[in-house]
Nanobody, 123 residues
Framework: QVQLAESGGGSVQAGGSLRLSCTTSLYGIRPYCMGWFRQAPGKEREGVASIGDDGATTHADSVKGRFAISQDNAKTTLYLEINSLKPEDTAMYYC?????????????????WGQGTQVIVSS
């Protein structure tokens, strides 16, 4: 089992930056894939970025060049660097863990979820 806890959200102006963190507590095998997702009001949850056990990353086209996923060396904390924020980035951001070998940003592959951290971007 995996317990996840996000932090680092907040209210920022467009063009600003944030660094989201997700601490993990493991009770068994380490997940093969960790990801960040977001859900805006009235919209479906969408994949933002993922990182596999080998360090390979995937980013959604909508955030490429602005967002970057990473992990600490111990793989206990997941990060999401968010730059050049836009009002459309406003959403609840969630980290998630998957035991699928194929690491993607498809939400159905992720079994464990955190409670989320809110990001609000004003214009």
């Amino acid at each position: 089992q995996v317990q996840l806890a996000e932090s680092g959200g907040g209210s920022v102006q467009a063009g600003g930056s944030l660094r989201l963190s997700c601490t993990t507590s493991l009770y068994g095998i380490r997940p093969y894939c960790m990801g960040w997702f977001r859900q805006a009001p009235g919209k479906e949850r969408e994949g933002v970025a993922s990182i596999g056990d080998d360090g390979a990353t995937t980013h959604a086209d909508s955030v490429k060049g602005r967002f970057a996923i990473s992990q600490d060396n111990a793989k206990t904390t997941l990060y999401l660097e968010i730059n050049s924020l836009k009002p459309e980035d406003t959403a609840m951001y969630y980290c998630a863990a998957s035991y699928w070998r194929l690491c993607t940003i498809e939400k159905t592959a992720f079994r464990y979820w955190g409670q989320g951290t809110q990001v609000i971007v004003s214009s």
